[in-house]
């Protein structure tokens, strides 16, 4: 019997959705059908100035959610167009776990919440993706862990343990969105837990910065940072933010680095080429990153690079001569390629949903325990 899910993810990066239908029925999970869709620049400015306070923004809010969901049900609709050359029709998927846009996240406690509990926003519509594909819908997948005192994220370790363990090593996982995570894996049968959290800016403020001086969505292969050099001032500057040094459980989001931060940062040095701030930043990220492998991760072998950033080469060149000990891959060497493994996370939450088993790792998350993540909106 097959055993079919969607997952559909879109992150920090801001730069459009990613879905993938995957079979879980074998020993190792089939990507079946992969797909999709570039946001359009106007939505993915409003979902920009949405991460900020702003005039009208529950209405804003709503409308952007309804607007996701049409994009998501399109890229459903384009992997059920693969799936039907194989043999595969809708009634066959069980579930769509989708993920949302997080617009906010402030998992803290907080004595201005009469619970005392922080929270976690992903705009969504998860009724209407349903209703436009006919499908079961999961979401809001970080909100119950955040209910029992975690940090809601990240979530992606448990399910990088299932796809990238190893049983004769230790391996490192490092998601570059617009945030960067890390999820440290011991070896299967080791005592030692997996570990996981958020090391600061992946992607989000070396994106900004290229868009902003040269019209690109991304800086392609890192290039024009590679052309620039190294401000070390301006780096020790970014480096010296709290967040770096905050013990784990910790999760972080454009809350914390936002456009205004880095405007803060910059102002000092407003005289400088924009390509050497570019280098600095992309050596901001190898460098939070590196540091959080070093301290804990060191016993890894690997350190296998998805999502967004891994397509950056120069980064990529980066964070190997800043950890040379171990091999820096990206995880198309692994079976699954880079923007295919947030998605196919989600889809595992959605069956660990359905399946009613915990889908978080209180050790990583800081959760009180394990947790059924989601709700759930019938077709």
């Known amino acids: 019997m097959h055993d079919y899910f969607i997952g559909l993810m879109s992150g920090t990066s801001l730069d459009g959705a990613d879905g993938v239908l995957v079979d879980f029925s074998g020993d190792r999970l089939r990507v079946v059908a992969s797909a999709s869709e570039a946001f359009a620049g106007s939505f993915r400015a409003e979902l920009l100035a949405l991460n900020v306070p702003s005039h009208n923004e529950l209405h804003r809010a709503a409308l952007a959610g309804s607007e ?14 693969q799936a039907q050359a194989q043999g595969i029709c809708a009634a066959q998927v069980q579930a769509i776990g989708a993920h949302g846009q997080t617009v906010r996240h402030q998992p803290q406690r907080t004595s201005a ?7 976690t926003l992903q705009l969504n519509h998860p009724a209407l993706l349903a209703e436009l594909t006919g499908i079961d819908v999961v979401a809001d997948f970080r909100s119950r862990d955040v209910a029992a005192g975690g940090q809601g994220a990240p979530l992606v370790p448990a399910f990088h343990q299932g796809v990238f363990g190893r049983d004769d090593s230790g391996v490192a996982v490092l998601n570059l969105g617009g945030i960067s995570n890390l999820s440290v894996l011991p070896p299967a049968g080791s005592t030692a837990e997996v570990r996981g959290f958020d090391c600061g800016p992946g992607n989000a403020l070396i994106d900004a910065w290229c868009l902003q001086h040269t019209g690109e969505p991304f800086d392609a292969g890192g290039a024009w940072a590679k052309s620039g050099r190294l401000i070390p001032a301006l780096l020790s500057s970014l480096l010296d933010e709290p967040y770096f040094a905050q013990p784990v459980p910790k999760s972080t989001g454009r809350d914390l680095f936002s456009l205004a931060w880095l405007a803060e940062k910059i102002q000092p040095f407003a005289q400088e080429r924009p390509g050497d701030i570019q280098n600095t930043l992309t050596e901001l990220t190898v460098c939070a990153c590196a540091a959080d492998v070093r301290s804990y991760g060191k016993e890894s072998i690997e350190l296998i690079v998805c999502g967004g950033g891994a397509f ?16 820096v891959s990206t995880s198309d060497a692994h079976g699954l390629p880079p923007l295919q493994v947030e998605a196919a996370a989600f889809a595992w939450l959605a069956r660990q949903m359905l399946r009613r088993q915990p889908g978080n790792l209180p050790g990583v998350t800081g959760a009180a325990g394990a947790r059924v993540l989601g709700a759930l909106y019938p077709a």
């Open 68 to 81: 996701l969901a049409a994009v998501y049900a399109r890229v459903v609709a384009a992997l059920l167009q």
């Open 312 to 327: 950056n080469v120069y980064l990529l060149e980066r964070l190997q001569a800043a950890l040379p000990w171990l091999r």
């Open 113 to 119: 919440a009469p619970s005392g509990v922080g929270y």
